[in-house]
């Protein structure tokens, strides 16, 4: 009897190696939230980064990227420290929709070399560079809506760092680093390259004039360089006079003005009449609604569609001389305004064109201390820590069993900072408002300033309910 064993393919085999290869874990963060991989990623054309490798983050189960900075000189490194520390820390406060998102850091410091490790998030899709190219080779045209929407992002991204106290300039806004994912929301990159540039004399101007290069390389997809490394001004100029809407060429050419001081603001950019549009309804309110949702049950817009008459008129428009004009509850598809309500959030419609921003403060020193951070898992506060942010508002839903034996509560809080906490749990009758306040007082869930107000504010809604019914709820804003 004859056995035939089938032939193995080397192929297949090699690439599942390489994978299981680069999944690899080579190092954990100290406080074992990240695994660093084998796998290296390109971070596009940032001074100072030596390598980029993908990471995972064990808490979120996300993949993001650990990037290293290498210091063999402690002399230099020492001279840097300070600006390192204070850098980093200010970075983990910046928090926009169009910003890649910079996690944590920490310094691995050891006698022959020194290290900064980051965590940043990781953008799968890669940079606006790459599809730009793609683009091309299809022989494809750049969509003007695409284009507008892509703009306006970049400039909601730049308006809110130059608008910080005091502002922040990115400084190497490229097409490279610059990036898009498969939905259409685009982030640009953090500003930790900084640390690595001579940037004194830098202003918002450079990030303006970096930001009219990259809107013309989006709007012709390639600007030419005949083989150079660094685009000529002819060659801007030749892309520029390819251009065929006028007032898309008179936008980019104003950021590109030779002389800084010229050149409007990202703010200002941002009501150039070729991105300004009056913003609907629909948009308003879903910002509306997005903007205050920690005060809204979970699944709210998903329940209350179920319960609407396909049939029935949702508005109309009444006219003098013609017929009115309905819009029934059947026109608008749940799935679509999921979807659309899922893109504002994301930040793929920023709503900014409104009054002038006010400055955003940078709070600084708010990490854990690197001590602190070895013995640290999770960021879930412990007994022993203290919340020291303020409550600005509260809102609270009750709603007791069928028995009347016990309440749930649902507690929603506003934080200074604009951060929401929502917190559940179920009340029976022998449980105080005070009691609970001082549990969360106790578990570092709000400050200890806030305990006697939130006890008021819950006896205040716990004796309302009782007299009210089965559901209630309240809302106390903070002063």
Request: aromatic residues 8%.
């Amino acid at each position: 009897m004859t056995m035939s064993v089938p032939e193995r393919n080397s192929a297949s085999e090699g690439k599942e190696e390489e994978s299981e290869d680069e999944s690899e874990i080579l190092e954990e963060s100290p406080c074992g939230r990240w695994q660093k991989r084998k796998e290296q990623v390109n971070q596009g054309n940032v001074p100072g980064i030596e390598s980029a490798f993908l990471a995972m983050d064990t808490e979120e189960g996300v993949e993001v990227v650990w990037i290293e900075v290498q210091f063999s000189d402690k002399k230099v490194f020492k001279a840097h420290e300070d600006k390192i520390k204070e850098m980093f820390e200010n970075l983990m406060q910046v928090e926009h929709p169009n910003i890649v998102k910079f996690h944590k850091y920490w310094l691995d410091v050891r006698d022959t070399k020194t290290r900064v490790i980051f965590i940043t998030e990781y953008m799968s899709s890669g940079s606006l560079k790459q599809f730009l190219k793609k683009t091309k080779k299809n022989h494809k045209t750049m969509n003007e809506k695409a284009w507008k929407r892509w703009c306006t992002q970049i400039l909601s991204a730049l308006s809110y760092l130059h608008s910080c106290d005091p502002p922040i300039i990115h400084g190497n806004l490229t097409c490279d680093t610059i990036f898009i994912q498969h939905n259409g929301l685009i982030k640009i990159s953090s500003v930790w390259h900084r640390l690595f540039i001579n940037a004194a004399e830098d202003n918002t101007a450079i990030d303006i004039f970096s930001f009219g290069i990259c809107a013309l390389e989006m709007a012709v997809l390639e600007i030419q360089a005949n083989g150079d490394t660094m685009v000529s001004t002819e060659a801007i100029t030749r892309a520029g006079q390819s251009l065929e809407d006028p007032i898309m060429r008179e936008f980019i050419q104003c950021c590109l003005h030779y002389d800084p001081r010229k050149r409007p603001t990202a703010h200002d950019l941002l009501f150039h009449r070729v991105l300004f549009e009056v913003h609907s309804l629909k948009l308003l309110a879903a910002h509306c609604l997005i903007n205050n949702q920690y005060l809204l049950p979970e699944n709210c817009v998903e329940e209350k569609t179920k319960t609407f008459d396909a049939n029935a008129v949702m508005a109309e428009i009444r006219h003098k001389n013609r017929p009115a004009v309905q819009f029934m509850y059947s026109n608008v598809s749940p799935l679509e305004l999921d979807k659309f309500l899922e893109d504002v959030k994301n930040g793929i419609y920023p709503l900014m064109n409104f009054a002038s921003p006010r400055p955003h403060p940078i709070p600084r020193a708010l990490s854990l201390s690197q001590e602190h951070m070895e013995t640290v898992k999770t960021p879930t506060p412990e007994p022993q820590e203290m919340e020291t942010r303020k409550v600005v508002q509260m809102h609270c839903n009750l709603e007791s069993n069928e028995e009347g034996t016990k309440m749930h509560l649902t507690l929603f809080l506003k934080m200074e900072d604009k951060l929401h906490r929502q917190l559940s749990c179920d009340i029976f009758p022998a449980d105080s408002s005070k009691d609970l306040a001082n549990e969360l007082v106790h578990y570092a869930f709000i400050s200890e300033d806030d305990c006697d107000k939130l006890a008021c504010f819950l006896e205040d809604a716990f004796n309302k309910h009782r007299a009210s019914g089965s559901l209630s709820s309240g809302v106390m804003m903070m002063h």
